[in-house]
């Protein structure tokens, strides 16, 4: 199954992106204290059994031999972020992880150039570091709150390279698209890439984590690992494989910049109190560069499949 894919549909699927990693956060923080490596590689078990159906339809579901080092590479990317951010939890501030995350767009972009899949200029970089303000003002306005404080050491710099890794993720899938070395299918992409992620981190989970704790699981938690496997793993990936074959990897990942937007609105849903003019500032930012960045890119059609 082939469909056009433009640059605006790719944006409104990043929008949706956002709204579905928005909305997680909440589910997660409903579950049990369960081993999170684990549980992360049941999510993208989960996720790819979502996905088998689709992507198996498409001729390009066997991996070529030449394919399987970069799917391989990708997949040790997603491993090393949620590897680096489960870590990084125990020995980081979170006001120091969401400031140091602001710096991903940045650097996909960067990465990008490397791998010669950026378009060199000025505005892109320029947009992506607005919206960096304001995500990062909207990480000070919650820290404010909260009595946060921000700082650097080990966590902060396992936490960075995690950053460094999630960056590289979409620039993998871009230069292999350019590079004839992936399909394009989006479904092929994403289930080969969450298969092997969700291998070494469920390796990593059997190395450092308690795994029988996952024998205390409660019906509820299944449930909710149903959800987050389907819609913030299987369809958040399959979106922006999607967007990443017709934006690039700068423009992609600066939707991240929307993530912390839509958890403060479900904070004010839940606690209006808390809603202040602390928030303002960074909201302004973020969605005036997500403006500037949907006006940024021109309108371009690319064949995709799945």
Do not use: N
């Not at 609105?265 to 003019?277: C, E, H, I, K």
């Amino acid at each position: 199954m082939s469909a056009a894919v433009s640059s605006r549909a790719a944006h409104l699927g990043m929008l949706l992106w956002a709204l579905l990693v928005g909305f997680s956060f909440p589910a997660v923080g409903l579950m049990g204290e369960l081993p999170p490596l684990s549980l992360t590689a049941l999510r993208f078990a989960i996720a790819c059994a979502g996905l088998y159906w689709l992507a198996r339809r498409s001729p390009d579901f066997v991996p070529p031999r030449p394919a399987l080092p970069l799917y391989a590479l990708m997949g040790l990317c997603l491993a090393g972020f949620f590897a680096a951010m489960f870590w990084a939890a125990h020995h980081a501030t979170a006001l120091s992880m969401a400031t140091l995350y602001v710096t991903v767009p940045l650097l996909a972009f960067l990465l990008g150039l490397g791998f010669r899949v950026e378009r060199p200029g000025w505005r892109l970089p320029a947009i992506l570091a607005l919206g960096a303000l304001g995500a990062l003002g909207l990480a000070l306005a919650e820290a404010w709150q909260v009595g946060g404080r921000l700082r650097f050491g080990v966590g902060e710099a396992v936490f960075f390279l995690g950053c460094l890794s999630t960056a590289l993720y979409p620039v993998l899938s871009k230069w292999g698209l350019a590079t004839g070395r992936l399909p394009a299918s989006a479904a092929v992409r994403t289930f080969w890439s969450l298969g092997l992620g969700g291998v070494l981190i469920g390796l990593a989970g059997l190395v450092i984590e308690p795994v029988g704790r996952l024998a205390s699981m409660r019906a509820s938690d299944l449930l909710l690992l149903v959800y987050l496997g389907l819609f913030s793993s299987a369809l958040t990936f399959w979106l922006m494989q999607r967007a990443t074959s017709a934006l690039t990897p700068g423009a992609v990942t600066a939707y991240g910049y929307l993530v912390p937007f839509v958890s403060m609105l479900l904070l004010f849903v839940q606690a209006p109190a808390r809603l202040g003019w602390v928030w303002l500032p960074g909201s302004v930012l973020v969605v005036l560069a997500i403006g500037l960045l949907i006006r940024h890119d021109r309108p371009a059609v690319v064949e995709v499949q799945g």
